[in-house]
């Protein structure tokens, strides 16, 4: 039977007539994640708990497993529950011209910026099922950029990536990406953009021909090129302090100087190592511009 989250540990209720240990189910996480790390490669032992915690509960409950240990035995010995696991645990919540005035603003600020390159490399670190992606190849597009320019998109998590590569997305949503693109300063109209086909929306294959997607681990893979704009919007919110700095000093490493560093809204710098590094472009969006 699965365990209700609301009934169990989640509420400090009890569990099989035994009285809840949030110190011990501590131990039982670490040591899950740590066989994780060990095992598969994927580093999450630094991602903040009580995301980890809830996102692991909700795999429990529906596997039916009655604690953290037993999951762990199925993560250990069948790749397929890992596979799962890595679903839940990736952050996958996106749009098409999500927050559109953050587009609005790019369009105005960082276009004209990204006018004076020859060439345009763009990372989209932790590009999820690829809405942000399609998104900033149309602003590149209707900006005169996009044949200049290369978007090296990544994810943890492969399964993800494949979405993203297939442009393929719910017809449902189209009305609103349609609104979000018009709030964002869209200049055609967004339907001539995808087409209704697999009982989706396709977007247009040509909006990906100079993108790169590509398996990438924010923890752990070190730099992999230099870039003129990095974005990684609403990623780090969900990383510890000490996660969040090592991940900044990678961004720092991998930005051009005077590159353009994008995070999300209830993201920042404050207290990070490269904080003087940057300056603020357009406050409140969080564009930051490196220039030392």
């Known amino acids: 039977m699965a365990v209700p989250i609301a009934a169990g540990p989640g509420t400090g209720g009890d569990l099989d007539g035994q009285s809840f240990k949030p110190d011990l189910e501590r131990i039982e996480i670490e040591l899950l994640l740590e066989g994780i790390f060990r095992h598969y490669g994927f580093d999450f032992r630094s991602y903040a708990y009580a995301s980890i915690r809830r996102r692991l509960w909700k795999r429990i409950e529906e596997e039916g497993l009655s604690s953290v240990s037993a999951l762990q035995e199925k993560v250990l010995h069948e790749p397929e529950m890992m596979e799962k696991l890595l679903l839940d645990l990736s952050i996958n919540v996106t749009a098409m011209f999500r927050d559109p005035g953050f587009y609005q603003t790019f369009r105005e600020h960082v276009v004209p910026l990204l006018r004076t390159y020859p060439f345009i490399r763009i990372w ?15 602003l590149l597009r209707e900006e005169g950029l996009y044949e200049r320019a290369r978007i090296y998109a990544t994810d943890i998590n492969e399964v993800v990536l494949q979405r993203a590569k297939a442009g393929i997305f719910p017809l449902e949503r189209m009305q609103e990406y349609t609104e979000n693109y018009i709030r964002a300063g869209g200049k055609r109209s967004f339907s001539e953009y995808y087409t209704a086909k697999y009982g989706g929306a396709l977007f247009d294959q040509s909006l990906t021909k ?82 030392r």
């Open 210 to 291: 100079n993108v790169v997607f590509s398996q990438h681990n924010l923890v752990t893979d070190r730099s992999f090129s230099e870039f003129n704009v990095i974005l990684c919007r609403n990623v780090l919110i969900y990383f510890d302090k000490t996660l969040q700095s090592k991940v900044h000093g990678l961004f720092y490493d991998s930005l051009a100087m005077f590159g353009v560093l994008v995070l999300g809204s209830k993201e920042t710098l404050r207290f990070m190592a490269h904080e003087d590094c940057y300056q603020q472009i357009a406050p409140p969006e969080k564009i930051f511009r490196k220039v």
């Open 124 to 138: 989209h670190a932790g590009c999820s099922t690829g809405e942000e992606v399609y998104s900033m190849a149309i």
